[in-house]
Structures are given as C-alpha cells and as structure tokens.
C-alpha cells in the first residue's frame, strides 16, 4: 500500500523524469491537497452528497440522539468516580456498559454512511491512480529535481508548492469520475489503495462520543 508520501518519495516519480529536466531546485507538494481541489472529486463530492443525502442526513441525526443518550451514562460515570472511596468494581462495570453502547453507536453510524463512503471511496481511487503520473508531469514542467512533502520541510517560499501544478495535471488526467462503485469492487483494486481523504470528503457521520478519555485510570 503506498501513501501519498510514498508516491512523492518514490524514485520512480523522478527516474521518470528526462535527464535533462532534473536540473531544477526543490520544490514542495501536498498530493492530497492535489486531489481535494481537483475538478473531478469537487464534482464527485456534491454529487455524493446529493445522492445519499437522505442517509447522511439520517446518521447525523442518530449521532445527536446516540450523543444525547450517552452523556448522561457518562456524567453519571464521572460523578461516581470523582466520589471518596469510589467503588471501583462498579465503576469498572460502569465503564463497561458505557463502552458497550458506544461500540454499538458507532457500528449503527457506520451501516449508515457506509454506502456514501464507499462512494468517495471509489471516487478517490480513480483520482488516486493517476496521481503518480500528474506529480511526474508536474515535476517534468517545473523543472524539479527533489520533490518533498510539507511535512518533511521547516520552511519554503510560496513559489516552491507545485501542488496547483499537480491539481492543474489531474484535471487535464481525471476530468470526471465515476461515484458508483460496482457490486464487487473493493478499495485497492484499481492498482494503489486508496489512502486518506482529501478535505471536503463527503460528511461521514461523527462517531458518538467516546467516553475513553473519562472512564481513564477507572480501576485506580
């Protein structure tokens, strides 16, 4: 499984490079920030979000109820560990019952907005698969020898990010994709896995929240 680093890094991105190009500087680019602005996942997006709007819409609403049902479980966990001579046996119980609904939430949230997520799923993949042959265009055009991630530089001026230069060769690679997946595709089947989401995925509901950090040190 490659990640959006990895195809940066990857020598294959500049081997493929003409010799003669590789005689520029260094320049930066955020391949999923390439992919979040690019014309055909701007338009797979609303498109997702068009078609599974009535689901979407349904576990946003069963997150607030799920929310609205466990924070008295979780209040009431806090009260009685905040307590003098705590009961830990019953606190232990306590957080047990708690996690047991939020696993149960979260499974409900996730059958919810499956079918929206393997849509951008399938989008993102299409996009994906032509993104180590728009980074070598890209480098190609600007005449970079070293291509970097932002999270790997301490500073850059704003003249070495090239990642418009590699949204500009994707809109020319991937002008469109498709947001129906078929029956039997599975993430990763296309060539490279899919990685993670660029900003502005469509809304996958937000997982009920955790009572982790609250039921923390329970047994001390």
């Given at each position: 499984m490659k990640t959006f680093t990895t195809l940066l890094l990857a020598a294959g991105v500049l081997a493929a490079a003409p010799a003669a190009a590789?005689?520029?500087?260094?320049?930066?680019?955020?391949?999923?920030?390439?992919?979040?602005?690019?014309?055909?996942?701007?338009?797979?997006?609303?498109?997702?979000?068009?078609?599974?709007?009535?689901?979407?819409?349904?576990?946003?609403?069963?997150?607030q109820a799920l929310s609205t049902e466990l924070q008295p479980l979780i209040q009431q966990f806090n009260t009685a560990r905040s307590a003098p001579n705590a009961n830990q046996q019953a606190l232990q119980?306590?957080?047990?019952?708690?996690?047991?609904?939020?696993?149960?939430?979260?499974?409900?949230?996730?059958?919810?907005?499956?079918p929206a997520q393997r849509a951008q799923a399938y989008a993102i993949e299409q996009i994906q698969n032509r993104l180590g042959e728009a980074v070598q265009s890209a480098v190609r055009a600007k005449n970079v020898s070293l291509l970097v991630s932002p999270q790997a530089v301490l500073f850059m001026q704003p003249t070495a990010d090239?990642?418009?230069?590699?949204?500009?060769?994707?809109?020319?690679?991937?002008?469109?994709?498709?947001?129906?997946?078929?029956a039997n595709w599975q993430p990763g089947q296309g060539g490279q896995a899919a990685g993670a989401a660029p900003a502005g995925a469509a809304p996958a509901a937000t997982p009920a929240p955790a009572a982790t950090g609250n039921r923390r040190n329970s047994g001390r």
């Open positions: 590789q005689v520029g500087g260094v320049a930066v680019a955020d391949p999923q920030g390439a992919i979040a602005n690019s014309r055909a996942w701007t338009a797979a997006r609303t498109q997702i979000e068009t078609t599974y709007k009535a689901q979407l819409d349904q576990a946003e609403a069963r997150r119980t306590q957080a047990q019952q708690i996690q047991t609904r939020e696993t149960a939430a979260n499974q409900e949230l996730q059958r919810l907005t499956q090239i990642t418009a230069a590699v949204t500009a060769e994707l809109d020319r690679l991937v002008p469109t994709v498709n947001t129906t997946p078929p």
